[in-house]
Antibody
């Protein structure tokens, strides 16, 4: 069955960059978008944006414009999200999730904790 | 502040039914039939429970059902079980951004 496996936890200083990977298996990677969602400690879910797996077209949430880059590598069925100029309020668990049906996400990766310290 | 409004908490006893509401606007729930519901247990990734307002993915119990009226969507869980205790999030397509989430509802099984 479809599965997404993400890279491990990261600890970064404010102002640095982080790149999270999301490796897909169990389905044809190019046929579904990958979406990125984050969850700050004790908070709800925040949609960050999707990337079209076969052509790399992406669309980001407005509050991340200029700081985020989403890419895919179809040869390895892997999606990447890079967030630059990290701030303390970027501390969160970052999830990738396969786009499915109209705007449902299934399945989700296990999450990657990114901790930003000053 | 989340785009969709959910109650912070609901509770019910085993065997009872509960309903969680999710209120949006004419820019999201009111115009798109793409409401989804997710279940999240502590320190786990969210799991899709309902998509396109009322559809259940394969493997999800028929005790979970969804509906929509105007700008408000609802998730109903019947025959509550201890394992249903979790955080529940709604989401919808939106004309301003692609997807918006609710703030989450903590379900406590008494």
């Amino acid at each position: 069955q479809a599965q997404l496996v993400q890279s491990g936890s990261e600890r970064k200083k404010a102002g640095a960059a982080v790149k999270v990977s999301c490796k897909a298996s169990g389905y044809t990677f190019s046929t579904h978008d990958i979406n990125w969602v984050r969850q700050a400690p004790g908070q709800g879910l925040e949609w960050l944006g999707p990337i079209t797996s076969h052509n790399g077209n992406s669309n980001f949430a407005e509050n991340l414009q200029g700081r985020v880059t989403m890419t895919t590598d179809t040869s390895t069925s892997t999606a990447y999200m890079e967030l630059r100029n990290l701030r303390s309020d970027d501390t969160a668990v970052y999830y990738c999730a396969r786009g499915w049906k109209m705007s449902a996400f299934d399945p989700w990766g296990q999450g990657t904790l990114v901790t930003v310290s000053s | 502040q989340s785009a969709l409004t959910q109650p912070a908490s609901v509770s019910g006893s085993p065997g009872q039914s509960i309903t969680i509401s999710c209120t949006g606007t004419n820019s999201d729930i009111g115009v798109y039939n793409s409401v989804s519901w997710y279940q999240q247990h502590p320190d786990k990734a969210p799991k899709l429970m309902i998509y396109d307002v009322f559809n259940r993915p394969s493997g999800v119990s028929s005790r979970f059902s969804g509906s929509k009226s105007g700008n408000t969507a609802s998730l109903t869980i019947s025959g509550l079980q201890a394992e249903d205790e979790a955080e529940y999030y709604c989401s919808s397509s939106s004309s301003s951004v692609t997807v918006v989430f609710g703030g989450g509802t903590k379900l406590t099984v008494l």
